[in-house]
């Protein structure tokens, strides 16, 4: 990363010389750095991408913001009544909601998170997986293989986790199947409620989540003032996971 900063672009044939390793191992490292959204994949290497989020491995999300993220889950599950058919996307903030679901009956959960799954089958819950191609950085089925899934069904509430949040930009992600599978989902939902901490404002990641409404709920533990009424302007409830709206 340093030497990218440094150059802006790099070839794998240079970034092999630099780092005295093969340019198999440089490749496989840029693709999986790529995915992450630390860098852009260009043709025979990398450019350095400045303004975007990147997306954390799976394990090092669940251990950031531990806290918040257990209060907007308690926050969501106000939401949740007994009968409700549901929708639960991959990140760690969704999962603390999944492993609060034992409070509720009857319910019917659609997932494309194999950890929220992984969670749920004891629960009696009714379970459906989307199908999809397995993203390991996530633990989640994502691109157009699970477009006949999620188009043939409805759900009253898609609870949805996202790496970045601008006013302009909405949702964004790092991968585009991610985002494609995310897109199919807010499509067949009654209410669309996004569930994401305070670090996520502000920043964006390297692909949009188109939704043609406003965003119909933002549960958050904080959000500046500006953000606040800009969203509400729009439509979009904010609840404050302190129980303030």
């Given at each position: 990363m340093q030497l990218l900063r440094d150059s802006d672009v790099l070839t794998v044939g240079a970034l092999s010389e630099a780092l005295e390793v093969s340019e198999a191992t440089i490749r496989r490292d840029l693709q999986g750095m790529h995915e992450r959204g630390l860098l852009e994949r260009v043709h025979g290497g990398a450019a350095f991408k400045p303004d975007a989020m990147p997306e954390p491995l799976f394990a090092d999300k669940q251990e950031q913001f531990t806290e918040a993220k257990q209060q907007i889950a308690a926050a969501a599950l106000a939401m949740i009544r007994d009968?409700?058919?549901?929708?639960?996307?991959?990140?760690?903030?969704?999962?603390?909601?999944?492993?609060?679901?034992e409070s509720r009956r009857h319910l019917t959960v659609v997932t494309n998170s194999l950890m929220a799954a992984a969670q749920l089958m004891e629960s009696g819950h009714h379970l459906i997986l989307c199908g999809g191609e397995f993203r390991a950085l996530s633990r989640t089925l994502v691109g157009p293989l699970s477009k006949p899934i999620l188009e043939s069904i409805a759900v009253d509430k898609a609870f949805m986790g996202t790496i970045g949040f601008t006013l302009s930009d909405g949702m964004s992600t790092t991968d585009a199947n991610e985002a494609f599978t995310k897109e199919q989902v807010m499509r067949r939902a009654k209410?669309?409620?996004?569930?994401?901490?305070?670090?996520?404002?502000?920043?964006?990641?390297?692909?949009?989540?188109?939704?043609?409404?406003?965003?119909?709920?933002?549960?958050?533990?904080?959000?500046?003032?500006?953000?606040r009424q800009a969203l509400a302007d729009q439509g979009t409830e904010v609840i404050v996971s302190d129980g303030s709206c």
């Open positions: 009968y409700d058919t549901i929708f639960l996307d991959g990140g760690s903030t969704v999962l603390k909601l999944a492993q609060l679901l209410q669309v409620i996004l569930l994401a901490d305070h670090s996520k404002f502000g920043t964006r990641s390297l692909v949009r989540c188109q939704l043609d409404r406003p965003l119909d709920v933002l549960i958050t533990n904080a959000i500046d003032d500006k953000l």
